[in-house]
C-alpha cells in the first residue's frame, strides 16, 4: 500500500449523549494505533443525541474498517463516511493578536479581507473569531503572525451532509 493512497477522511458519528461514549469512540481510534487529526464533539437538535465530527488520514480499507467498528460500539446511533459526499465543513479559531493603538487599524484591515470577527478589544490586543476551511484559517494565523499572536484555539471540523431532495419532502410531508 503506498503513501498517496491515504486521504483526509471525514465522519460523522451520532450518538447517545451518555458519559463515557467520547471515550469508547477516541479509545477504538487509539487501539488500533490511528491517529486523529480532529475531533468535535457537540448537542444536537435532538435530546440525548450528540454529533461527533472525527477528522483522519486513512485509505479505502482502513476508512471501511473503522466504519464498521464505530457501528460496533454501544450508544453509537449512526455513522457516516463524508469525505466524497456533499457536505459543508467548518473550523473555527479565536485569535488573540498584539495590537495596539500604531498597528490596530492595519490588524482589522487584514481580519477584514478574511472575514474575521472581532470579539473582544483590550488596550493591547484584540481577539479575532474565524469559521471557514482549515486552510482559511491557517492563512489568517500565517498573516497575523508578524504582528504577535498572542493565543490561538482551534475547535476542529465540524461536518454535515447537505440536504437531499428526499430529506426535504420527507419534512414537508
Known sequence: ????????????????????????????????????????????DKPGVSHITVVMDADDRTARLVESNLYKLLNVLDVQDVSNAPSVTRDLALIKVKAGHDRRAEVLQVAEVFRARVVDVSPEALIFEITGTEDKINSLVDVLRPFGILELARSGRVAMVRATAEEISSLEG
Open 1 to 44: 500500500m503506498t503513501e498517496s493512497s491515504f486521504k483526509s477522511r471525514t465522519f460523522v458519528v451520532l450518538v447517545e449523549d451518555k458519559p463515557g461514549v467520547l471515550d469508547r469512540v477516541a479509545s477504538l481510534f487509539r487501539r488500533r494505533a490511528y491517529n486523529i487529526e480532529s475531533l468535535a464533539v457537540g448537542r444536537t
